[in-house]
């Protein structure tokens, strides 16, 4: 007995020495990358953000307060800002309103790059909530103001300004450059992006690298870091909404039965709420941990270097944890309407409820559809789709060559942060270009804090003139680092 006890101990003993040792080798690695000198923004590159956010790109729910007139304006402002850009590439119109760019390259035989944007915007919901106009506000001590700042006129007019700045220096890229600006990616981007894409599957064009908007650069959104942590987005969630109905005989409120529609239905919801989605380690969450965890204290570090050991306690973590983690570990449960009666002293015959879920990888519409049956487990109740719903996207490479042109750029400009993999968990455009593309990455390179979290479709969207001007030289750099690429 003793002999058994004390082998026990030696094993646990090893045990715990293996996961310290791991621990205490868990090293970074970080892209390691050369900083460049900042290169001068073009004069006139905050004026020109100013007019494009002053535009009232804006994409309604209700596609009859669709106003063109907005949108023939920023076709104009785009025609008369960027001379080069106009004279030199090639350029088509899909929809009216959305923009293809073709930046001819050197070398035909290289593979496109494609840099997306998208130009609409979100209406702006309590603008008594503002504390200054969203629109006509303009620029005042180093921040420019409104609507688009972030969302996403940020990225469009950088790519605009980095491609206009090295057209006016002579230079030509080794492959093509394509600008891919959407108008209508807030309402599901099918005029735009996916009009785009069609025509370029067409044209059997197939891209090295993708990069749209999704992920960006958190600044304090991240417990027990003190570093900035520029994310890239490698996939994206799917999305998709249950309708659950129930019918049943209604009557006085008098006399009200055991059971009326709006318990048994109530009851459903709150059980489909209680018995979430699995967790998953997607290869995302997997390669935070790698690229983040050794910037870790000492605690976290233990758990995260052995990530195979320790995967169900790190996804409870994070499952649990603040700032939405648990969203990128599992697909969501929301309710969203709840709908039943018309008057106070009827029981009414039939009740209805939605519940909105985004879909991690490894997760279908379908599979979700599956689970709600199965919790609802009352054939009383109907379950079917509402609306639209979409797969989550695949997954592109969280490293290689053309992962790591995107950390590149990012660190050339911003040095002191670290770079991760990530999980986009709302839609972007981006996630019609994986028909065209392995590579398709999702970063815009501004700051996310707890701060101008709320500004992001929400009221005093604003961005300073500094990130503006980092945002041009990252996309400068992106571009001449594709020169680089040493792939087809
Ligand atoms: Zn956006």
């Given at each position: 007995?003793?002999?058994?006890?004390?082998?026990?101990?030696?094993?646990?003993?090893?045990?715990?020495?293996?996961?310290?040792?791991?621990?205490?080798?868990?090293?970074?690695?970080?892209?390691?990358?050369?900083?460049?000198?900042?290169?001068?923004t073009?004069?006139?590159?905050?004026?020109?953000?100013?007019?494009a956010?002053?535009?009232?790109?804006?994409?309604?729910?209700?596609?009859?307060?669709?106003?063109?007139?907005?949108?023939?304006?920023?076709?104009?402002?785009?025609?008369?800002?960027?001379?080069?850009?106009?004279?030199?590439?090639?350029?088509?119109?899909?929809?009216?309103?959305?923009?293809?760019?073709?930046?001819?390259?050197?070398?035909?035989?290289?593979?496109?790059?494609i840099?997306?944007?998208?130009?609409?915007?979100?209406?702006?919901?309590?603008p008594?909530?503002?504390?200054?106009?969203?629109?006509?506000?303009?620029?005042?001590?180093?921040?420019?103001?409104?609507?688009?700042?972030?969302?996403?006129?940020?990225?469009?007019?950088?790519?605009?300004?980095?491609?206009?700045?090295?057209?006016?220096?002579g230079?030509?890229?080794?492959?093509?450059?394509?600008?891919?600006?959407?108008?209508?990616?807030?309402?599901?981007?099918?005029?735009?992006?996916?009009?785009?894409?069609?025509?370029?599957?067409?044209?059997?064009v197939?891209?090295?690298?993708?990069?749209?908007?999704?992920?960006?650069?958190?600044?304090?959104?991240?417990?027990?870091?003190?570093?900035?942590?520029?994310?890239?987005?490698?996939?994206?969630?799917?999305?998709?909404?249950?309708?659950?109905?129930?019918?049943?005989?209604?009557?006085?409120?008098?006399?009200p039965?055991?059971?009326?529609?709006?318990?048994?239905?109530?009851?459903?919801?709150?059980?489909?709420?209680?018995?979430?989605?699995?967790?998953?380690?997607?290869p995302?969450?997997?390669?935070?941990?790698?690229?983040?965890?050794?910037?870790?204290?000492?605690k976290?570090?233990?758990?995260?270097?052995?990530?195979?050991?320790?995967?169900?306690?790190i996804?409870?973590?994070?499952a649990?944890?603040?700032?939405?983690?648990?969203?990128?570990?599992?697909?969501?449960?929301?309710p969203?309407?709840?709908?039943?009666?018309?008057?106070?002293?009827?029981?009414?015959t039939?009740?209805?409820?939605?519940?909105?879920?985004?879909?991690?990888?490894g997760?279908?519409?379908q599979?979700?559809?599956?689970?709600v049956?199965?919790?609802?487990?009352?054939?009383?109740?109907?379950?079917?789709?509402?609306?639209?719903?979409?797969?989550?996207?695949?997954?592109?490479?969280?490293?290689?060559q053309?992962?790591?042109?995107?950390?590149?750029?990012?660190k050339?400009?911003?040095?002191?942060?670290?770079?991760s993999?990530?999980?986009?968990?709302?839609?972007?455009?981006?996630?019609?270009?994986?028909?065209?593309?392995?590579?398709?990455?999702?970063?815009?390179?501004?700051?996310?804090?707890?701060?101008?979290?709320?500004?992001?479709?929400?009221?005093?969207?604003?961005?300073?003139?500094?990130?503006?001007?980092?945002?041009?030289?990252?996309?400068?750099?992106?571009?001449?680092?594709?020169?680089?690429?040493?792939?087809?």
């Amino acid at each position: 007995m003793k002999k058994i006890i004390f082998s026990f101990f030696i094993i646990l003993l090893l045990f715990l020495l293996y996961i310290l040792a791991r621990a205490a080798m868990f090293s970074s690695s970080q892209l390691k990358v050369e900083t460049v000198e900042a290169v001068d923004t073009p004069p006139g590159a905050v004026d020109r953000f100013v007019q494009a956010i002053a535009i009232r790109t804006v994409s309604f729910a209700n596609e009859y307060d669709f106003d063109s007139t907005q949108f023939e304006m920023f076709n104009e402002f785009i025609e008369n800002n960027y001379p080069n850009v106009n004279e030199k590439l090639e350029h088509q119109l899909f929809s009216h309103y959305s923009h293809l760019y073709r930046w001819q390259g050197s070398d035909p035989s290289l593979k496109p790059l494609i840099l997306m944007a998208h130009l609409d915007v979100v209406p702006i919901a309590s603008p008594r909530k503002w504390s200054f106009h969203p629109f006509i506000e303009g620029v005042k001590n180093d921040t420019i103001y409104g609507r688009g700042a972030m969302d996403d006129k940020f990225s469009l007019i950088s790519i605009l300004e980095a491609t206009e700045q090295l057209l006016n220096e002579g230079f030509q890229p080794n492959r093509t450059v394509y600008l891919a600006f959407g108008h209508d990616e807030e309402v599901s981007g099918k005029k735009g992006a996916l009009q785009i894409v069609n025509y370029l599957k067409e044209n059997n064009v197939e891209a090295e690298l993708v990069l749209d908007e999704g992920s960006a650069i958190t600044h304090g959104m991240i417990p027990n870091m003190r570093n900035d942590i520029a994310l890239i987005g490698i996939a994206e969630k799917g999305y998709a909404t249950m309708e659950l109905r129930v019918d049943m005989d209604g009557g006085h409120s008098s006399s009200p039965p055991k059971e009326t529609a709006i318990d048994v239905l109530s009851s459903a919801v709150s059980r489909v709420k209680q018995n979430p989605l699995p967790l998953h380690l997607t290869p995302a969450i997997s390669g935070f941990i790698d690229k983040i965890g050794p910037a870790m204290d000492f605690k976290s570090k233990i758990l995260f270097a052995n990530k195979n050991i320790f995967s169900s306690l790190i996804l409870k973590v994070l499952a649990n944890g603040s700032g939405g983690t648990n969203a990128s570990v599992r697909t969501t449960t929301a309710p969203t309407i709840f709908e039943s009666g018309i008057k106070e002293n009827i029981i009414p015959t039939s009740a209805r409820a939605l519940i909105n879920f985004r879909i991690i990888p490894g997760e279908t519409p379908q599979t979700v559809k599956d689970h709600v049956e199965k919790v609802v487990n009352d054939e009383r109740i109907k379950v079917e789709y509402h609306g639209f719903k979409s797969k989550p996207s695949p997954i592109s490479p969280p490293k290689g060559q053309i992962y790591d042109l995107v950390d590149r750029s990012i660190k050339e400009i911003f040095p002191n942060v670290l770079t991760s993999p990530s999980l986009v968990i709302a839609a972007t455009d981006s996630r019609y270009f994986h028909d065209i593309s392995e590579h398709v990455y999702r970063f815009t390179p501004n700051y996310i804090t707890p701060e101008n979290l709320k500004c992001f479709h929400g009221i005093d969207e604003r961005i300073s003139v500094e990130e503006y001007q980092n945002g041009i030289r990252f996309y400068r750099r992106v571009i001449l680092n594709s020169d680089e690429l040493r792939t087809n």
